[in-house]
């Protein structure tokens, strides 16, 4: 019997594929009168805490937006404190998911990064391959419209006609289900080009809390929400094909 005794969230059906918009670490820094790269620090940590919810709970997929194609129009100071915490957490955290039983993989287009980064990517994508307690989806110069583009572009360069299929082979996150529950922090309530083509019968699910506040508990009330919604797919509630276990 394990030591620790893990409470779970009274819920009839937990999402096997949770994504997230991270929002809010600038307004939490900015109040508390802290630079915002003091926000994306402690942002680092709402992660950390919530990647081990995810393990605890079983749920299989996480999927977060780190940095979206349009952050690069954000100061040059904040655009290099990102990159080096991306880069600080590849080497110092990498360890300790791949001991977690966690498999990371980063999604987007990695053309734009440095070739240490780059470098940093492969070997901690390497280091926990063979995991397969949670997927850890990390997107990274990412945006829906990109994704959809390029799995687009790699059709047409196989000469292939284009099929919801053949896209679906393509996209970023070919690896994982579609989510079931997408959570944005930060109050507000728009998809900011996340994942566009994945997203079309997600569960949407919208908080105040700024994303340094967001914990186990938070996601817990997440899940208990979801748990409440009736899925249809388009459909009627009996035919509900892909709820899921
Ligand atoms: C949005 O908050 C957050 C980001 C653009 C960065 C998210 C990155 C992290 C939480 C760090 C993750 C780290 C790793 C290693 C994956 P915002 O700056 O837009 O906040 P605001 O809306 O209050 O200004």
């Known amino acids: ?3 620790k005794s893990v409470s779970k969230p009274d819920v009839a059906v937990l999402p096997r594929h949770v994504a997230v918009v991270m929002d ?4 939490w820094a900015q109040r508390r009168f802290l630079p915002r790269s003091s926000g994306h620090k402690f942002g680092v ?17 996480l999927t977060v937006f780190a940095f979206s194609s349009e952050n690069w129009s954000r100061p040059a100071e904040e655009v290099q404190t990102l990159m080096g915490l991306f880069i600080q957490a590849l080497q110092r955290e990498s360890a300790e998911l791949a001991r977690q039983g966690v498999r990371l993989r980063i999604v987007g287009d990695l053309s734009a990064f440095s070739p240490e980064m780059r470098d940093l990517i492969v070997q901690a994508e390497e280091l926990t391959r063979s995991n397969d307690r949670l997927v850890l989806n990390v997107a990274l110069n990412y945006g829906g419209r990109w ?9 047409h360069s196989a000469g292939e006609a284009p099929t919801a299929a053949g896209i679906e082979r393509h996209l970023a996150l ?5 989510p079931d529950l997408l959570i944005r922090t930060g109050g507000e309530r728009r998809i900011s080009n996340f994942l566009l083509w994945q997203i079309a019968y997600t569960e949407l699910y919208f908080t105040d809390t700024l994303w340094p506040d967001f914990n186990a508990q938070s996601l817990d009330e997440a899940l208990v929400d979801f748990s409440s919604r009736q899925r249809r797919f388009g459909g009627v509630p009996e035919a509900n094909p892909r709820a899921a276990a």
């Not at 940590?45 to 997929?61: F, N, P, S, T, Y």
């Open 174 to 178: 070919r690896h994982s289900p579609d």
């Open 1 to 3: 019997m394990s030591k």
């Open 147 to 155: 994704d959809m583009l390029q799995a687009a572009q790699a059709l």
């Open 24 to 27: 809010g670490n600038g307004r």
């Open 45 to 61: 940590d709402a992660l950390k805490r919530i990647v081990r919810r995810c393990i605890e709970l079983g749920i299989g997929h």
